[in-house]
């Protein structure tokens, strides 16, 4: 079972976003265009969908028709949606709400606002940053590392061999042990405040 439909035309921001809640265990599908969105979402119905407000179709529909099809159908109606988009006016925000969108997220976000904000909609407690987000933060690691490691360590769990995120990276040499004991110490210090 998928747990979050991301649709977007962007290949880009569908990368970023897939590789940020997979750090939290979710499930992620992909869509990039509004026919795709609710097929998938018929398919195999995700836990909530991030929708972009606008697909480079000319003519088509918008997020927002998306997002009123996918409310109006008995199979979907259920589906919290998240509207993602840099349109942040009044409008906008109606437009969105008034289409059946739970929330309205303006680009560009943070990681931790748009885990947060799922978080809230699905029910489950609040995020702290996690060791890669940290990292991508600080510059230390790129998103594609940080994609690469998280498959890595999947890997090494299927075959019975965990390791930890810090473990990973530094085994292909994307973080030295001093960056890493950084990064946990800044993580620690954040937890407690």
């Known amino acids: 079972m998928t747990d979050i439909l991301i649709a977007d035309d962007q290949r880009f921001i569908r990368d970023m976003v897939r590789i940020t809640l997979s750090t939290q265990g ?3 599908a992909e869509a990039a265009t509004p026919d795709q969105t609710v097929d998938l979402a018929h398919r195999d119905p995700p836990r909530a969908v991030l929708l ?3 697909f480079d179709e000319d003519n088509g529909p918008t997020g927002f028709d998306v997002c009123k099809l996918l409310k109006e159908d008995p199979a979907t109606k259920a589906i ?3 509207m993602l988009t840099a349109r942040d006016s ?3 925000r109606k437009a969105g709400l008034a289409a059946g969108a739970s929330h309205y997220l303006v680009k560009p976000f943070g990681p931790i606002d748009l885990i947060n904000t799922l978080r809230g909609i699905l029910g489950e407690p609040p995020a702290v940053q996690t060791l890669g987000q940290y990292l991508i933060d600080e510059g230390i690691v790129t ?3 940080l994609a690469e ?3 890595r360590q999947r890997f090494y769990e299927a075959r019975g061999h965990p390791r930890r995120l810090g473990e990973v990276l530094a085994i292909m040499r994307a973080i030295s042990p001093e960056e890493l004991e950084k990064a946990l110490d800044r993580q620690k210090k954040d937890a407690k405040s």
């Open 52 to 54: 972009d407000v606008n």
């Open 26 to 28: 979710w499930t992620i």
């Open 90 to 92: 009044s409008a906008d």
């Open 80 to 82: 919290p949606v998240v």
């Open 143 to 145: 998103h594609e590392q």
């Open 149 to 151: 490691a998280l498959e």
